[in-house]
């Protein structure tokens, strides 16, 4: 399996500032030590590959550094020319993964997931939409009809929704905390909304129903993964309460059925903000371990693109 990093792209951030970012090396560090992939840098996302998605001029002030103070407010960090280079590697990431799962049958992001970020503005430490990005430039490539997303982030993939909104050819499941940001919500083509305190029982019972009636509407191509470590009950932006077991159920649920399925997919690490960093390295390191398993089932049928 191959896994694609971006941590030696640092994004400087003030003393203090609540984005983990240190998460990032630490887990690909686990995942060197225990060989679950083939680790690779992926190439940055061009502006052509962006433009599928975000307007010219986004593309063009974030690249310049014309945002204004507002803008990087609402991004959640402050501009600089490393904060631009991250986003495009990020995006690249998930691209890659998207293009690789195509010939093996799942690959992996070690970033990504930026699921806040709209074609004109970023928002909620997303600048852009890479999952969004993977979707259309596979499209334009030929390289996958019908894709599905599903999007286990606590907080619900706003941006990705309202991008691919009416495109038939995309269909959108979302599972996220009812209460919690962003505050105003788009539709995605399944939204599962669950309250405070879910904990395990309740968020798998949940899933175990929207899946498959997922699967069938979208009769993918490709599935791109959007997992997220902040549905944990020690996250700090989290609400939702599982427990380290329940999210590697449900990392297990979602790989699982897409494999028996013979849908191929790309993985996606996405928000982790646990009081205790190890709880959020912990969760995403078992979502790639799920994934590796999963690539190792050889005796899986890939459907033809």
């Not at 059925?257 to 959020?280: C, E, F, K, S």
Request: charged share 20%; with cysteine.
């Amino acid at each position: 399996m191959k896994a694609y990093y971006t941590d030696q792209f640092v994004l400087p951030l003030p003393q203090g500032h609540r984005f983990p970012m240190a998460k990032y090396g630490m887990l690909r560090a686990r995942v060197a030590a225990a060989q679950l992939a083939s680790l690779e840098v992926p190439a940055a996302a061009t502006d052509t590959d962006l433009q599928r998605v975000h307007t010219p001029d986004y593309v063009r002030r974030v690249s310049s550094g014309a945002l204004d103070p507002a803008e990087q407010r609402t991004i959640g960090f402050p501009w600089s020319p490393a904060m631009v280079e991250r986003s495009r590697r990020s995006a690249g990431a998930t691209l890659a993964a998207a293009r690789q799962a195509l010939v093996d049958g799942v690959a992996v992001s070690l970033a990504g997931g930026t699921h806040h970020a709209f074609p004109d503005h970023g928002e909620g430490f997303c600048v852009f939409n890479d999952v969004a990005v993977a979707v259309r430039v596979l499209q334009a490539e030929a390289l996958a009809r019908q894709v599905l997303i599903v999007d286990c982030d606590v907080h619900q993939g706003n941006g990705t929704a309202a991008i691919l909104a009416g495109d038939e050819d995309v269909f959108t499941l979302d599972l996220f905390a009812e209460k919690n940001y962003p505050f105003r919500k788009e539709a995605p083509d399944l939204a599962v909304p669950l309250p405070d305190g879910s904990g395990d029982a309740l968020y798998l019972d949940r899933l175990g129903d929207a899946l498959p009636r997922a699967i069938a509407a979208a009769r993918p191509d490709l599935a791109i993964y959007v997992s997220g470590a902040d549905p944990h009950a020690g996250d700090r932006l989290g609400r939702l309460g599982l427990t380290k077991d329940g999210l590697e159920e449900r990392d297990r649920t979602v790989l699982g059925t897409l494999r028996r399925q013979g849908v191929p997919v790309a993985v996606t690490m996405a928000g982790g903000y646990g009081r205790n960093l190890q709880d959020t390295v912990d969760i995403h390191f078992a979502t790639v371990l799920q994934a590796a398993h999963f690539s190792a089932g050889a005796g899986v049928r890939l459907r033809s693109v």
